[in-house]
């Protein structure tokens, strides 16, 4: 941190465009000390998806403010930026004090020109005060709850009375801004919840898109490797059938080769039996002759 402050001079609470249409972020308080040092305090009581970025922005927006028309960048002077958080920020994180400053991934700043502190009232717990920054937080947490007439005693300092007393002595006009501006804050996280809300409903939506294609292609692959067993058991029906009917030809082919044998074995049987026949009639034919010659004899003894 830097050197205490001794002359703060309070700011216009607002960072102002040059036109209407430009974004307009409004701060809790502005200060600058006898140094030209720049000073932001915000205390943000809701957190919201977009207020790490809304932070920097702050900050960066301060800090670019610095320099007029014609300045150089030698006239540029650190800027701190302390928030008070409400509600937890960095959840997995039990430590309470954050500091952020521009430096590289071995621990080098790359320039001194301050930072951004991060406070979250929530984790802060210490009930014995020993350092200031401990004191202005436990304030900030408990002030509200405390007795401006009887004060415990890590509030008697000038500085804790005397912020005891502008705390009680808010003016109905001071507490109708803050009011005002309170609203508008209200109303800019809303946007920022509901852009968040349209982002999850986005997506979930993507995300059933997405399981829908995924179903879809599975189906389709299933569809696929169904087509696919159904095509190998028609190649194996096919491949059954041309067995099949290379059987039927091989026992045609062998049908018909028994066919040709027992014709061929009628026509051998038909050539034996004509065979047989001849012989008959041959034999017939001879036992003729030889009777016939008996009788010649028998009529003819001696011729």
Same mark, same amino acid.
Request: glycine share 2%; net charge negative.
């Given at each position: 941190?830097? %050197?205490?402050?001794?002359?703060?001079?309070?700011?216009?609470?607002?960072?102002?465009?040059?036109?209407?249409?430009?974004?307009?972020?409004?701060?809790?308080?502005?200060?600058?000390?006898?140094?030209? &040092?720049?000073?932001?305090?915000?205390?943000? /009581?809701?957190?919201?998806?977009?207020?790490?970025?809304?932070?920097?922005?702050?900050?960066? @927006?301060?800090?670019?403010?610095?320099?007029? %028309?014609?300045?150089?960048?030698?006239?540029?002077?650190?800027?701190?930026?302390?928030?008070?958080?409400?509600?937890?920020? /960095?959840?997995?994180?039990?430590?309470?004090?954050? &500091?952020?400053?521009?430096?590289?991934? &071995? @621990?080098?700043?790359?320039?001194?020109?301050?930072?951004?502190? /991060? $406070?979250?009232?929530?984790?802060?717990?210490?009930?014995?005060?020993?350092?200031? =920054?401990?004191?202005? /937080?436990? $304030?900030?947490?408990?002030?509200?709850?405390?007795?401006?007439?009887?004060?415990? @005693?890590?509030?008697?300092?000038? #500085?804790?009375?005397?912020?005891?007393?502008?705390?009680? *002595?808010?003016?109905?006009? =001071?507490?109708?801004?803050?009011?005002?501006? !309170?609203?508008?804050?209200?109303?800019?996280?809303?946007?920022?919840?509901?852009?968040?809300?349209?982002? #999850?409903?986005?997506?979930?939506? +993507?995300?059933?898109?997405?399981?829908?294609?995924? &179903?879809?292609?599975?189906?389709?692959?299933?569809?696929?490797?169904? !087509?696919?067993?159904?095509?190998?058991?028609?190649?194996?029906?096919?491949?059954?059938?041309?067995?099949?009917?290379? =059987? *039927? +030809?091989?026992?045609?082919?062998? +049908? =018909?080769?028994?066919?040709? #044998?027992?014709?061929?074995? +009628?026509?051998?049987? *038909?050539?034996?039996?004509?065979?047989?026949?001849?012989?008959?009639?041959?034999? !017939?034919?001879?036992?003729? #002759?030889?009777?016939?010659?008996?009788?010649?004899?028998?009529?003819?003894?001696?011729?």
């Amino acid at each position: 941190m830097p %050197s205490p402050v001794t002359q703060v001079d309070i700011l216009n609470p607002y960072n102002e465009r040059e036109f209407v249409t430009d974004k307009l972020s409004i701060v809790d308080v502005k200060a600058r000390d006898d140094h030209a &040092r720049l000073y932001q305090a915000e205390i943000q /009581l809701v957190n919201h998806r977009d207020l790490p970025a809304r932070i920097l922005y702050t900050w960066a @927006d301060l800090y670019s403010q610095q320099l007029q %028309s014609g300045q150089d960048y030698d006239a540029l002077q650190p800027t701190y930026s302390i928030w008070l958080l409400g509600e937890d920020l /960095l959840r997995g994180d039990p430590c309470y004090a954050h &500091r952020y400053r521009l430096r590289d991934e &071995r @621990d080098r700043c790359l320039l001194d020109h301050g930072g951004i502190y /991060l $406070f979250e009232l929530n984790k802060f717990a210490t009930e014995h005060v020993e350092t200031e =920054e401990q004191r202005w /937080l436990k $304030f900030f947490k408990d002030g509200e709850h405390l007795n401006a007439d009887h004060l415990p @005693d890590w509030m008697q300092t000038p #500085e804790m009375r005397q912020a005891m007393t502008i705390l009680k *002595a808010f003016s109905d006009k =001071e507490r109708a801004y803050h009011v005002y501006q !309170a609203r508008q804050d209200f109303l800019r996280q809303q946007r920022s919840i509901q852009r968040e809300l349209d982002d #999850e409903r986005a997506a979930r939506a +993507a995300e059933r898109a997405a399981r829908e294609v995924e &179903r879809q292609a599975k189906e389709a692959a299933l569809q696929a490797r169904e !087509a696919e067993r159904q095509a190998k058991e028609a190649a194996l029906q096919a491949q059954d059938a041309e067995r099949q009917a290379k =059987e *039927a +030809a091989l026992q045609a082919q062998d +049908a =018909e080769r028994q066919a040709k #044998e027992a014709a061929l074995q +009628a026509q051998q049987d *038909a050539l034996q039996a004509q065979e047989t026949e001849r012989q008959a009639k041959e034999a !017939a034919l001879a036992e003729i #002759e030889r009777l016939k010659a008996l009788l010649h004899d028998r009529d003819h003894p001696t011729d």
